[in-house]
């Protein structure tokens, strides 16, 4: 049987969409820095391109910088900020940030000082979405972009960023979102380019495709694509979970991504499951991209109060908008059928 895909929390599947309008751009062969008729016709696709993303992201009275990542715009939103943050924040986050700020066991995070503090929106292990304070002073939008409503007009907050793959765009794009009047100091400095605030020849393909997929993405959502996802997630919920206890769903109590699903069997290793289900033909993963390729426990989850040892023992998996019920159902018979035989050399 084919294989089947269930980890778009580390990147998405490319959307047509997204392939079409990255082809296109292709045959635009003006720099949009150049003030020719070609380079002109470039900046043209550049700022159009500015426009899609910045009303798909809800942020018309915003700044939007392009960046190659969203770990580069976070550490344009964060360095020199002093801010702080929560264990479950991702390392691009908490490389900048002091871990100071409390997890509650259902995954979400109160924050006293907005002005001080970063914190993300939804989580990519275990799915849960915070409720983000006016005045917040950074948020990471990158795992709820595309995948539940929001507006950044709308969140109170003075800077947040996205990456273009986690929604279906190309590898290699990311974008700042800073409020009206708020400003970050340039990292990387040359020719000027994205006002002053990101030098270096905008990737206008992925520029271009990144504003498609966020379009379509958007479409999906109205059209109820939220809804159905989290029908699936709560139908494969209900069959994997151990209701002797032995297999846990973290952040199951709080609000969540609809295509995300954290389980944890305590003694089970999570890199384990990923390389017997890889066999079985299914791609899930043990927690963040950037970090599950590391034989280390989940700090997401330790931040949650999860003993370390446990922590090891996560599966993530994650599902958009070309799944079917039908593979989470050939997943669930198959990880089912490898806990049965864990379990049964546990003697449990």
């Not at 020719?36 to 992201?57: C, F, N, P, Q, V």
């Not at 271009?208 to 919920?237: I, P, S, T, Y």
């Amino acid at each position: 049987m084919s294989r089947v895909y269930l980890d778009w929390n580390a990147t998405a599947p490319l959307r047509p969409e997204a392939r079409a309008a990255m082809a296109e751009a292709l045959d635009v062969t003006g720099n949009p820095s150049s003030v020719h008729a070609e380079g002109r016709a470039a900046k043209m696709l550049l700022e159009r391109s500015r426009e899609t993303l910045a009303e798909a992201l809800g942020a018309a009275q915003a700044d939007i910088v392009f960046t190659s990542c969203a770990t580069e715009a976070a550490a344009l939103a964060l360095e020199g900020q002093g801010l702080t943050c929560a264990g479950i924040e991702h390392d691009a986050v908490r490389a900048w940030c002091a871990e100071t700020l409390l997890v509650e066991a259902s995954g979400r995070v109160t924050v006293a000082d907005p002005a001080g503090a970063a914190l993300q929106l939804a989580n990519s292990e275990t799915g849960v979405i915070q409720d983000l304070p006016h005045g917040l002073a950074v948020s990471d939008l990158t795992q709820a972009f595309g995948k539940i409503p929001f507006a950044f007009d709308w969140l109170g907050v003075e800077a947040g960023f996205v990456s273009a793959h986690k929604l279906g765009g190309p590898r290699g794009v990311g974008a700042l979102i800073l409020r009206a009047g708020a400003d970050r100091p340039a990292r990387l400095r040359g020719g000027g380019q994205e006002s002053g605030r990101r030098a270096g020849t905008e990737n206008l393909a992925g520029i271009a495709g990144f504003a498609a997929a966020a379009v379509a993405a958007q479409r999906d959502l109205a059209a109820g694509m939220a809804e159905k996802l989290a029908e699936m997630r709560d139908r494969l919920a209900m069959r994997l979970e151990d209701h002797d206890g032995n297999t846990m769903l973290p952040g199951r109590d709080s609000p969540r991504l609809p295509q995300t699903l954290s389980i944890l069997t305590p003694g089970w290793r999570g890199e384990t499951q990923v390389m017997q289900m890889d066999l079985a033909g299914f791609a899930v993963s043990a927690g963040s991209a950037c970090s599950s390729g590391k034989v280390r426990s989940s700090g997401v989850l330790r931040a949650m109060g999860v003993p370390e040892a446990d922590a090891g023992c996560a599966l993530r998996v994650s599902f958009g908008a070309t799944t079917t019920p039908e593979e989470l159902d050939r997943f669930a018979a198959a990880w089912l059928s490898a806990r049965a035989r864990w379990q049964s050399k546990q003697g449990r």
